[in-house]
């Protein structure tokens, strides 16, 4: 039995259909999910804080797709790393609120680099019409304790700068902010393009700190010249224009991995540091003269048949 387009076209719409369908269901499992966790993690803070260099040596034995964007320079400072937390800030309930918007919160011990005790960064999911929602964040300043001290050579200072011009104008008016007319876009881009010939350093995962996404579903479409609107297209460039002043264009995908996997599996990757000591060194806790028989006394904090697999965030 062969079907006509029109009834081939009127499957792909209902196929459509069942998809959000799933969609809604793997994000409300999400919700319920996190709600439920969220005093055990908080609970499980309160211990994770008793042990030393618990999250420099997480942060240091975590995902490759996260270490890969640390320098030699940056891991001083990961070093200092005394907290870190994640919380789903936007849930409010198991039934309401959105589970993909994060908050990370990075609490520092007295460190050479920065003046900051602590630092936030908030990810808030914005959902699109036309395609899969995104994370979009707004630029986090850091104080350096001098300009040889500043890890991403004064690229987060620029993009905090050029924000902090961007939001004076949408104060003062509503229509959409020509950031490329910006002198602040101008100095960023040409930073940019200046590190990226001379320097010989990697870039910091501290820019990070600076990454700002490329949706914004609340901004008015762009007029094309003839003064009619061209959504996909305008989208399409309002994305390509952000990315050339994006200083972390991964910073989504790190955010996920820092959340769904660094934060949710801290345990694993801390024991599996201490695994990988050489022979005759352990942890540096008080009770070192009993270090040799701690390691086969440690039970397995999960066993392998109920690890928990590592998912990602599904868009819709």
Not at 137 to 160: E, F, H, M, R, Y
Request: with cysteine; charged share 40%; proline share 5%.
């Amino acid at each position: 039995m062969s079907l006509s387009v029109e009834d081939v076209g009127a499957v792909f719409e209902e196929l459509g259909d069942l998809e959000r369908n799933f969609a809604e269901v793997e994000l409300d499992a999400l919700r319920r999910k996190e709600f439920s966790l969220k005093p055990l993690y908080v609970k499980r803070q309160t211990l994770l804080d008793k042990l030393p260099d618990f999250w420099p040596t997480v942060f240091g034995n975590g995902p490759e797709e996260v270490q890969q964007f640390f320098s030699a320079e940056d891991l001083a400072l990961i070093s200092c790393i005394k907290s870190f937390t994640v919380e789903r800030y936007q849930i409010e309930s198991e039934t309401k609120g959105e589970p993909r918007s994060l908050r990370f919160t990075f609490d520092f011990a007295e460190n050479d680099f920065i003046e900051d005790k602590q630092l936030v960064k908030e990810f808030e999911y914005k959902r699109r019409e036309d395609g899969p929602g995104s994370l979009i964040s707004k630029p986090v300043p850091i104080k350096w304790k001098g300009n040889k001290q500043d890890l991403t050579k004064g690229l987060l200072d620029a993009a905090v700068e050029l924000y902090a011009a961007e939001e004076a104008i949408k104060v003062k008016s509503v229509e959409v902010v020509d950031r490329e007319a910006l002198w602040q876009h101008e100095k960023l881009r040409d930073k940019m393009v200046k590190l990226d010939e001379t320097d010989e350093d990697q870039p910091s995962f501290f820019n990070w700190f600076g990454f700002r996404g490329a949706i914004d579903s609340s901004a008015p479409k762009k007029e094309g010249e003839n003064g009619a609107g061209n959504g996909a297209e305008d989208s399409d460039d309002d994305v390509e224009e952000m990315l050339e002043v994006e200083i972390f264009p991964a910073g989504e995908e790190i955010a996920i991995a820092l959340a769904e996997e660094v934060w949710s599996d801290a345990m694993d990757y801390f024991m599996s540091a201490q695994d990988d000591l050489p022979d005759g060194e352990d942890l540096d806790m008080e009770d070192d003269e009993d270090d040799e028989e701690d390691d086969d006394d440690v039970p397995d904090l999960i066993p392998a048949e109920d690890a928990r697999p590592s998912k990602r965030q599904r868009k819709d």
